[in-house]
């Protein structure tokens, strides 16, 4: 059966260094999703992107952050300068379209020292 | 705000029993889906009920959906240890992302 992968597991920044969080969504599924869990907190959305362009993107979504579908098969989350309050579970997700199952990938550990 | 919420926060049963947890939500939504997480680990989507359905079965799991009481619940048959996890209702209104509750953590006793 198809998998949302993501790459690396778990990756252990330095407070203010760039960080880029790799995702291969299922192949015919066209809305894809980052979504982040601070340890013993809620799943947070973060952004939803379809057709090559953000389709809505919360708070926590700013600047410092940006989204990515380089090619036809990998969807990145950039993280420019992280803090410590970044550090977190963060998980991809896709959907083949709106409104149906998102399917999600095991996450990526991401800690800020 | 649009999230849902479980109840209860914790649930600790005998292996063979069923487990009950329900969610609840504030506003209409598009559909509702519930997922198991594994301690540390991804999520595992386990169904979604449209709000023009009042219940789902898949295996040991069944899920209802009241829209007039903006509810929701989960019933887990005949638990099994490997059932231990927590469980997370997610809404989906009308734009499409998911607003996830803090979720029951699920303990199945041998």
């Avoid at chain 1, 708070?59 to 090619?71: A, K, M, Y």
């Avoid at chain 2, 490997?82 to 509750?101: E, H, I, P, Q």
Wanted: aromatic content about 10%.
């Amino acid at each position: 059966e198809p998998e949302v992968t993501q790459t690396p597991s778990h990756q252990v920044t330095q407070m203010g260094q760039e960080v880029i969080l790799r995702c291969v969504p299922i192949s015919n599924h066209l809305y894809f999703y980052w979504y982040r869990q601070i340890l013993g907190q809620k799943v947070e959305f973060l952004v939803s992107f379809y057709n090559n362009e953000i389709s809505e993107k919360s708070e926590i979504f700013d600047d410092q952050f940006s989204v990515e579908r380089p090619d036809g098969s990998n969807f990145t989350l950039k993280i420019r300068s992280t803090k410590l309050e970044d550090s977190a579970m963060y998980f991809c997700a896709s959907t083949p379209w709106a409104g149906d199952t998102q399917y999600f990938g095991p996450g990526t550990r991401l800690t800020v020292l | 705000s649009q999230q849902g919420e479980e109840d209860p926060q914790a649930l600790s049963i005998q292996e063979g029993e069923n487990a009950t947890m329900n969610c609840s939500y504030k506003t209409s939504i598009n559909n509702l889906q519930w997922y198991r997480q594994n301690s540390g680990r991804g999520l595992v989507h386990l169904i979604l009920i449209r709000s023009n359905e009042r219940e789902k079965h898949s295996g040991r799991l069944r899920v209802t959906l009241d829209t007039s009481k903006k509810s929701s619940s989960l019933l887990i048959t005949a638990s099994r240890a490997a059932d231990t996890a927590s469980y997370f209702c997610a809404t989906d209104r009308d734009d499409y992302k998911l607003s996830f509750g803090a979720g029951t953590t699920v303990t199945v006793r041998a």
